[in-house]
């Protein structure tokens, strides 16, 4: 085992090192900044690196036409071409050449260097006087911007022209004397003159030029810049109108470069190197995936195998450092740090700086300090594994110990008390450690100081970090509380809280609230089994008592048939024909009002037309109102209306609620219903004017055995409101009284469906 954890370590270490030779070589390579988009997504002419070049050889390109007809005659250098126009005294102008300049310029000491830039050094001799340039040659349409900017000495003058020279040599060697990838072919055509063409190639296609690979092609007759690369010169135009000898659109540039790069140029030594800087990019990005993936590995193996023994994989060993409490070892590994960076900025870099360049210096210095804090925090890393899996991780702390003692004085406080006392504390440590940070901070200026504020910071945001998580667990503790209590209000008794997610006093909170739960629910079963008690007695006592009279209402029958002559027997039998069919409607009101109350009905839901339903109930009580002079006033919809119920059911409510009408509607009056067809429900109402006063409120007349006239001076049950309401909530509807003085109101709500049914 020890073999393997040593073998382990060198592995890490040598994956770390990979994972710095990666870095090192992102960090050191020019497209450092760019992510790694421009891998697949980018090619050298797609790079600003490019565009410039492309540019500054444009400019040069314009530069070349301008110096060729100044220092040009025929094609060739003429350098009895005057070039500069002087006046050195009252009266003395004159003219001097290309040939008379440059000579002057090299009896001063001044010549062109390989690169054609102007090289050497001139002493003034004394009582050298300033000159007036009256005209330049290379710069016709100069404007002096400030008094005296004309003068100056025919040394300085001497050295321009020579630099002029030097740019015309530069752009005409590196262009037009030596193969270049870049093409180039500017005309210009007056009206009758040949036209004036500047060129570096044989072909004068311009698509033929633009299929080389990037261009830019702009006509004196386009309003618009023709090119292929991914941005627009926007000067170019402009340039190009502005070196136009004739005064109209007969014109045209394409500049291209050849992306076959097949000369040797600086676009190809361009190109190379970018290929070269994506190598080595894909080689350092490469070595930091593996690094990583290796450290990963290795730090994973030697976590598995931190603290066990040989022998039982069960026993974790913790050495002297481990067994001092948890904040005054992490205080050790700091100071240990904060040693190590103090002895690499005065030793290890200057190490660094022997090996490393001065513009590298700030990434080894870096790199250094990286690898300084990864040394120690890997090392820390380790000791903390050790505590956690020996147990002491928390228990070993002194804020452990700390907090057991200070638990003890508000463990049984109030919930606001602990809050309070809580947040005092934290305030004055946040306080305190703001106030020690920017003390240390604006004292002393160095980098153990940062070092020290920064420690104070981490403090800080972890304390702060637990706070946020104690509030947040106090808070995900009160939210499971009411939920809790939420659901047990909508009936949900069964539910309970898992309390070993507790703590403290909320902890005691969720066990009471869970035997309030067990309460709730005791109770709840107590009530329902005694409903179901009520029902099944209902039930079964109106069955025994269905099957007795039975028999009395067919004995009344066979005595009606003997034809008794007797007047007296006729009424006796009269009243017990009436009060035994009222029997048996009670009975069989009282099984139905049972049974709805309770939810024990079969429902079978279709759709309905629920207009056409009204019409036909109105039909079926039409004949039956007008017994008590009662007047049916309708209003419904012409449309179809839609509803999915029972139909028996459905037209058990409608029933007793007409029932209900023509037993307590005053007589001579209206009987009002009303179909409202919305969006989404469908509204049924009957209103009417009671013929007693209402002496009782509306949600009262749904219970059972319950009428609005209290001296009972109507026959009926008082069962058919309430099995009304009940099957109408069993449909899925919403039944509702309305009472307003005497006016009497009922209103049934269906959600509607979409389209037409069969009822």
């Known amino acids: 085992m020890k073999r393997k954890k040593e073998h382990a370590v060198l592995l890490h270490i040598l994956f770390v090192i990979l994972v710095v030779t990666g870095i090192s070589i992102m960090y050191n390579n020019p497209h450092y900044g760019e992510g790694i988009s421009w891998l697949t997504n980018e090619t050298y002419e797609d790079t600003p690196e490019f565009i410039r070049q492309f540019k500054t050889d444009i400019d040069d390109i314009f530069n070349y036409i301008k110096y060729k007809e100044v220092f040009e005659a025929n094609g060739k250098l003429a350098y009895d071409k005057p070039v500069v126009r002087v006046t050195t005294g009252p009266g003395e102008v004159r003219e001097y050449t290309v040939d008379e300049m440059v000579r002057m310029a090299k009896s001063m000491g001044y010549y062109l260097n390989e690169k054609f830039k102007v090289d050497g050094r001139y002493t003034p001799e004394e009582g050298e006087q300033d000159i007036r340039v009256d005209w330049r040659s290379y710069d016709p349409d100069h404007q002096d911007s400030e008094p005296g900017e004309s003068y100056t000495t025919m040394a300085e003058l001497a050295k321009e022209v020579l630099a002029h020279v030097g740019n015309y040599y530069a752009f005409h060697y590196k262009f037009i004397q030596n193969p270049s990838n870049l093409k180039f072919r500017v005309s210009f055509k007056g009206d009758s003159e040949a036209p004036k063409l500047y060129n570096n190639t044989v072909i004068d296609n311009p698509e033929e030029l633009k299929a080389l690979g990037r261009y830019i092609y702009v006509t004196g007759e386009s309003l618009y810049v023709d090119t292929n690369l991914n941005t627009t010169l926007k000067t170019i135009s402009a340039q190009l109108e502005k070196s136009n000898p004739y005064n109209n659109s007969n014109y045209y540039m394409v500049v291209a470069v050849n992306t076959a790069y097949p000369v040797q140029d600086s676009y190809s ?8 800087m994506r190598l080595l990019f894909i080689i350092g990005l490469v070595s930091l995936i593996i690094g990583i993936l290796g450290c990963a590995a290795s730090l994973y193996f030697m976590v598995s195998m931190t603290g066990h023994q040989n022998s039982d994989h069960d026993a974790v060993i913790l050495g002297r450092i481990d067994r001092i409490a948890t904040e005054t070892c992490l ?5 240990a740090a904060m040693c190590a960076l103090f002895l690499g900025e005065h030793v290890g870099y200057k190490v660094i700086h022997l090996f490393l360049s001065e513009d590298r210096w700030y990434y080894g210095e870096l790199a250094a300090r990286m690898v300084i804090l990864y040394a120690v925090g890997i090392v820390a890393a380790f000791s903390l ?22 638990s003890l004085y508000i463990k049984n406080h109030r919930f606001t008390t602990r809050l309070a006392l809580g947040y005092i504390s934290y305030f004055i440590f946040n306080c305190v450690i703001i106030a020690t940070g920017a003390f240390v901070y604006f004292t002393y200026d160095n980098m153990e100081s940062r ?6 910071i981490l403090a800080l945001l972890c304390v702060d970090s637990w706070v946020f998580h104690q509030l947040y667990k106090n808070a995900w503790e009160t939210d499971q509380i009411n939920e809790a209590l939420l659901k047990i209000s909508h009936g949900d008794t069964k539910y309970k809280i898992n309390a070993e997610e507790f703590d403290g006093k909320e902890r005691e909170l969720a066990e009471n609230i869970n035997h309030i739960s067990r309460g709730l629910d005791t109770a709840l079963q107590e009530k329902v089994s005694s409903e179901r008690l009520k029902a099944d007695l209902i039930t079964n006592v109106s069955h025994d008592i269905k099957t007795p009279l039975t028999s009395i209402i067919n004995y009344v029958d066979l005595i009606k048939r003997e034809h008794l002559q007797d007047p007296k027997i006729q009424g006796y039998l009269e009243v017990l024909e009436q009060k035994s069919q009222r029997l048996k409607t009670l009975t069989e009101d009282l099984v139905e009002a049972s049974k709805a109350s309770s939810g024990n009905l079969k429902i079978e839901l279709t759709n309905i037309d629920f207009v056409e339903l009204i019409y036909q109930t109105n039909g079926e009580f039409e004949e039956k109102f007008l017994v008590r002079h009662l007047e049916l006033v309708s209003s419904f919809p012409e449309e179809t209306v839609i509803i999915q119920a029972d139909g028996r059911h459905l037209w058990r409510v409608l029933e007793n609620l007409y029932n209900n009408a023509f ?3 005053m007589e001579h009056s209206r009987v009002y219903i ?35 006239d209290v001296a009972r001076t109507t026959e009926g049950s008082g069962l058919g409101l309430s099995i009304a309401k009940s099957l109408t909530e069993l449909l899925g509807g919403k039944f509702t009284i309305y009472i307003d003085g005497d006016l009497f109101k009922v209103q049934l709500a269906f959600p509607r469906q979409n389209g037409r049914g069969n009822s």
């Open 663 to 665: 037993k307590y509607a």
């Open 385 to 406: 594994i050790r505590r956690y899996k020996a147990g002491t991780l928390w228990t070993g702390s002194l804020t452990s110990h700390i907090c057991v003692n200070i």
């Open 674 to 708: 009303d179909v409202i067809a919305g969006d989404s429900q469908v509204l049924f109402t009957i209103k009417n004017v009671s013929e007693n006063p209402l002496n009782i409120k509306g949600d009262e007349l749904t219970e059972r055995f319950v009428r609005g």
């Open 269 to 276: 030594e361009a190109a190379k190197s970018y290929d070269h």
């Open 451 to 456: 070092i020290l504020t920064g420690v104070l």
């Open 331 to 335: 205080i050790l590994f700091v100071a």
